[in-house]
């Protein structure tokens, strides 16, 4: 990949993730405080487990970005996640610093862009390629965690189009 290549690809990706961020937000402030330890099934992640990996993870994958690795560390990650003692914590986090981290990742160099990062040995792939691996990983948890607002008696706000709690303005 040219750093042109790259550029544009993280031009688009950005401007994509920007978009995908208000809806993030909602669906993060829509878990309450009080029913934060839902679970659809023994198996599955709280609802207040799914919030933190969202609002953390968005933020990991950009930070990898920008330094060029990938670097899993249980302890930090449980240190992170531990930050927080309720929702509107999480969600003040994630206003402040998603966008930061994007705009920082937006400002790279197109040569920086381009330089290939390997994902744990398993793949190596531009800087830029990987935004839409993060913007997937996102969009998948917020899909989780957008499916067990109504079972743990929260709202679901509108995501793509208006929800039967938050229908589309004029509809």
């Known amino acids: 990949m040219t750093p042109d290549n790259a550029k544009f690809l993280a031009d688009q990706f950005t ?37 933190t990996h969202i609002a953390t993870s968005d933020i990991w994958f950009l930070d990898s970005i920008l330094t060029g690795q990938f670097v899993w560390d249980p ?9 927080f003692s309720t929702v509107a914590e999480i969600v003040a986090f994630y206003e402040k610093t998603f966008p930061e981290k994007l705009k920082a990742v937006g400002a790279m160099a197109p040569e920086t862009l381009a330089k290939p990062i390997s994902f ?13 691996m993060a913007n997937n990983h996102g969009i998948h948890h917020r899909g989780q965690l957008a499916s067990y ?7 679901v706000p509108a995501i793509y189009g208006g929800s039967a709690d938050e229908p589309m303005q004029g509809a």
């Open 15 to 51: 401007q994509l993730m920007h978009g995908e961020f208000a809806a993030t937000r909602k669906v993060l402030a829509a878990v309450k405080d009080d029913t934060r330890d839902y679970r659809p099934d023994e198996k599955s992640r709280t609802a207040w487990e799914v919030a």
């Open 75 to 83: 302890a930090k990650v449980k240190e992170v996640e531990g930050q």
């Open 120 to 132: 744990f040995g398993m793949m190596e792939m531009p800087a830029a390629s990987f935004l839409g």
């Open 149 to 155: 607002l109504r079972a743990m008696g929260s709202k």
